[in-house]
């Protein structure tokens, strides 16, 4: 796990540098700032009302980012990388992601990333290491199943090895006003909504956001 891990993050690296390299008519920047009723994330909840910002840069099959939320307690700080190809109608991807907090909300996760998509299906198989604090480190591996047709998506998602959890999300995402607009239903389990003895609840989330093309 570890190796894996690892070799995704030095992957990461050699891509940005690769990125660094190219030409700067051929690199796509963005940025992007956004808001959520309730910040949820594989069907755990983070904090209510959180705001978040990114900015995203693409070079060919290469691209790289970072994105950064509010939990309250500080901040969630992801960084990012990938490389993707199409092949006829099957797109593929791998990469990797860390996600670094500024306070004590929680800590480190490491991932290697793989996405496979075929016309509306998508799948998402991704491996990780939590520093988990003090504590013993923990591996988790998640697996995510997203459904998506004129704006309405669905997506069924699960945890394995030192992870438990799954649940099930629901949404439409339309845009208005040149802004991005997105209401979903999230449904977890209570290995994820952190409250095992009681039923599963529907949390409904409304989301706005806004991407600018910087080049």
């Known amino acids: 796990m570890q190796k894996t891990i690892g070799l995704a993050m030095i992957a990461l690296v050699c891509l940005a540098l690769g990125a660094s390299d190219a030409r700067a008519q051929d690199a796509e920047v ?6 959520v009723s309730q910040y949820y994330y594989r069907g ?10 990114g900015l995203d840069l693409a070079v060919g099959p290469v691209s790289v980012g970072t994105w950064s939320a509010d939990v309250g307690d500080g901040a969630e700080v992801d960084l990012y ?10 797109s593929l991807s791998a990469g990797g992601i860390g996600y670094f907090y500024t306070g004590e909300f929680d800590d480190t996760y490491l991932e290697a990333n793989f996405i496979a998509g075929a016309g509306p299906l998508s799948a998402e198989f991704s491996i990780g290491q939590y520093a988990n ?7 988790y ?12 998506y669905g997506t069924f998602g699960t945890f394995g090895s030192d992870f438990s959890g799954s649940y099930g999300e629901a949404g439409y995402g339309f845009s208005a006003a040149d802004l991005d607009f997105t209401i979903s239903g999230i449904l977890s389990d209570g290995d994820l909504s952190g409250d095992e003895e009681e039923d599963a609840e529907l949390t409904l ?5 806004k991407t600018f093309e910087l080049q």
């Open 141 to 152: 591996w998640f697996l995510g199943i997203t459904a998506e047709q004129a704006g309405f």
């Open 44 to 53: 755990a909840p983070q904090k209510n009302s959180s705001a978040s910002a």
């Open 30 to 35: 963005s940025a992007n700032a956004g808001w």
């Open 81 to 90: 990388g990938s490389l993707g190809v199409d092949l006829g109608g099957l």
């Open 133 to 139: 604090f003090e504590a013993e480190e923990q591996n």
């Open 205 to 209: 989330v409304f989301g706005v956001g």
